[in-house]
């Protein structure tokens, strides 16, 4: 995959589904929202098997390998870097399946705006079920790594309609 500098430049891609979502917050969901939201990349990575990576950080749960991105940065550096990290290969990543693009405002304030995109990528599949020695993000303990032929059952909405693009 070619370096990803801004994922508004997948927006009108045939073979990328853009979402977009709008919400309104109060000012102190708003406030909490804008100092810890960040995009993300997201990277499903499946095995010859037909299994898709999950990783559960201790908070979130089951989800697809997903890494924080600032602004400027190469989203596809970004993700493959941090899927070589959690499993200790050389991974290659595909194609980008979704863009989410989503814009918060405060009431009343709709000139006052935090604006994250999560990109879901999809990576070359793996041999067998890599697991590096030490899974660490930016200096954070993974809790566990799995591989899953299903959507876990506690996930819904938009994460489990992310990994439901790699499973099944």
Request: a negative charge; glycine letters at 8%; hydrophobic letters at 35%.
């Amino acid at each position: 995959m070619q370096p990803l500098f801004d994922p508004e430049s997948l927006r009108g891609h045939e073979d990328v589904t853009f979402l977009e979502e709008t919400h309104t917050l109060d000012q102190e969901e708003f406030e909490a929202a804008y100092e810890n939201l960040d995009s993300h990349v997201a990277v499903g990575v499946t095995n010859d098997e037909g299994e898709a990576m999950l990783m559960n950080d201790g908070s979130h749960g089951w989800t697809l390998t997903a890494f924080a991105v600032e602004p400027g940065n190469d989203w596809t550096d970004i993700g493959q870097r941090g899927v070589e990290k959690l499993t200790g290969e050389t991974v290659e990543l595909a194609c980008p399946e979704l863009v989410r693009h989503i814009e918060l405002s405060p009431e009343g304030k709709e000139n006052r705006q935090k604006s994250i995109y999560n990109v879901v990528v999809r990576a070359v599949p793996v041999e067998g079920r890599p697991v590096a020695d030490e899974q660490t993000l930016k200096e954070e303990d993974i809790q566990d790594i799995g591989w899953f032929n299903e959507v876990p059952p506690e996930r819904e909405g938009d994460v489990a309609d992310d990994i439901q693009l790699f499973v099944g």
